[in-house]
């Protein structure tokens, strides 16, 4: 089970609780070996999900990789190009500007994979990072109105 999933029975748990007769803040009848039950499961939920993002991080650094990997075939690709080309002097000079745009391209698209994959790394560990967040957040508070509703 997810441990938004967990959280949200906690949070029906405490929802559809009978009310303590008399109480003026709501005090609510719970069984606390459930609530235990429910929050074992989210501790053994979370290592998971945590494993979840230290995966997405090995994702970004393989996507990386690759992107520097094909930066750097481009890069080969256009200077053996320039090489070629470099056979007559009138030639020469329109091969090294052509060279020049190649590699000048070949850093930009490789700039702009890089940054691309970054950015979507990112995106991926802020969702991540949010969801564990809003979790972490639920359990203390459903911890602190199992505490409350205790006293």
Avoid: H, W
């Amino acid at each position: 089970m997810r441990v938004d999933d967990l959280i949200l029975e906690l949070q029906d748990m405490v929802n559809n609780a009978r009310a303590m007769p008399l109480s003026k803040d709501k005090k609510v009848l719970i069984s606390g070996e459930r609530i235990f039950d429910i929050l074992d499961e989210i501790e053994d939920t979370l290592p998971s999900e945590i494993r979840q993002a230290k995966n997405i991080v090995a994702d970004r650094e393989q996507i990386l990789a690759e992107a520097n990997s094909n930066s750097e075939d481009i890069i080969r690709q256009a200077e053996e190009r320039r090489r070629i080309m470099v056979s007559e002097n009138e030639i020469t000079r329109a091969a090294e500007a052509q060279a020049r745009e190649i590699i000048a391209d070949a850093k930009k698209r490789a700039n702009e994979i890089t940054k691309a994959a970054n950015e979507y790394v990112d995106g991926i560990m802020k969702r991540t990072d949010d969801v564990l967040t809003s979790c972490a957040q639920e359990v203390r508070k459903a911890r602190q109105n199992f505490k409350s509703s205790k006293k």
